[in-house]
């Protein structure tokens, strides 16, 4: 019988360290500042996975005192009216982190929506002035999800330089940057996609092994390394055989766990390691904002 050999790389608990760290960061500056720092989520219509990961961001804010300055739009709400609001956000000085929750209704055009907001305030890493910053290694806000990846194996010590990093998936929300800050962290990057051939050679051989694409279990036993890395980004709602609904990754964790060397679970990896990141990249915008 197989056994479990992969070490978990718990997402949950790391990111519980860095609430702490951040909540001990604001109370020293706003005794300063006078203000506590302050993110706005934007969220339109009622997408119920999005009215859960917006209120998980408020509840994560609260516990650190950060102020949500969150606004929810019906369905029908135009782009102008959408654009004005993020223009009175950049200008609002209680605002350090302005979001816009995603998918968008089709009808918006959410890329245009996203060039709205003050690169400076841009929490998320989408502004092109923040990805053109990525690609250059200048500082800047950085996608909350790659980074999150990339605190996570910082914090296990998982060396990068000159290893074959594969990512698995070319988003501009996850795909694209990940790669990018890989790179710059000296891996040999691999980037798969949909129509990438003869997919299980390549993923057999990184020594890193990045999923983002959202296909429930995709990776499998025999398309990993033995003691790989692999960090499942993939989050997929299933109704298992009882009719319960549940979360899983792009990994099949009981099969990887038996060939990997580090695993990250779903849920309790990467989404909370995203979570914070937001945080993070609220108070680095509340920090500049007080020292410019
Ligand atoms: P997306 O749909 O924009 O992109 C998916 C990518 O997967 C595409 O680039 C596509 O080319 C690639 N792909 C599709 N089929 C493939 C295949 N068979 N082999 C290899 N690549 C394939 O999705 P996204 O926004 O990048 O998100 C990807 C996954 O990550 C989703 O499950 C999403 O829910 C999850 N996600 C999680 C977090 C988090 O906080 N943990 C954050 C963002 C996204």
């Known amino acids: ?30 005794s300063i500042v006078g203000r506590p720092p302050g993110l706005a989520v934007l969220m339109v219509g009622d997408n119920p996975a ?7 961001k408020e509840r994560a804010c609260e516990s650190v005192g950060i102020a949500s ?11 102008s009216e959408l654009q004005s609001v993020i223009h009175s956000l950049n200008d609002d000085k209680r605002v350090d982190g302005i979001l816009v929750q995603l998918p968008l209704p089709p009808d918006l055009d959410s890329v245009a929506l996203l060039h709205q907001i003050a690169p400076e305030k841009d929490v998320d890493g989408l502004h092109p002035l923040n990805l053109g910053r990525l690609i250059r ?29 594969v990512v698995l998936g070319r988003s501009i929300l996850v795909g694209k940057p990940m790669s990018m800050m890989l790179l710059e962290a000296n891996a040999t990057v691999t980037i798969a996609h949909s129509r990438t051939q003869n997919l299980q050679e390549i993923t057999k051989n990184a020594d890193i092994l990045i999923a983002a694409v959202g ?7 025999q398309m990993v390394k033995k003691g790989a890395v692999v960090v499942d980004v993939g989050i997929n709602r299933i109704t298992d055989q009882n009719g319960k609904s549940r979360l899983i990754g792009d990994v099949n964790f009981e099969e990887v766990a038996t060939v990997a060397n580090f695993l990250t679970p779903v849920p309790g990896g990467i989404g909370p390691m995203t979570v914070a990141m937001l945080l993070q990249n609220t108070v680095n915008s509340y920090q500049l904002s007080v020292n410019s």
């Open 137 to 165: 290694s200048e500082p800047g806000l950085r996608s909350c999800t790659p980074a999150g990846v990339m605190r996570l194996l910082q914090e296990y010590s998982i060396s990068l330089e000159g290893k074959h990093a």
């Open 215 to 221: 296909i429930p279990q995709l990776i499998t036993a």
């Open 50 to 56: 999005s009215a859960a990961y917006v209120r998980n």
């Open 69 to 79: 300055f969150n606004r929810h739009f019906p369905r029908e709400t135009s782009f």
């Open 1 to 30: 019988m197989e056994t479990k050999t992969a070490k978990l790389l718990d997402g949950k608990a790391y990111s519980l360290k860095i609430h702490e760290q951040l909540k001990s960061a604001i109370a020293q500056l706003e």
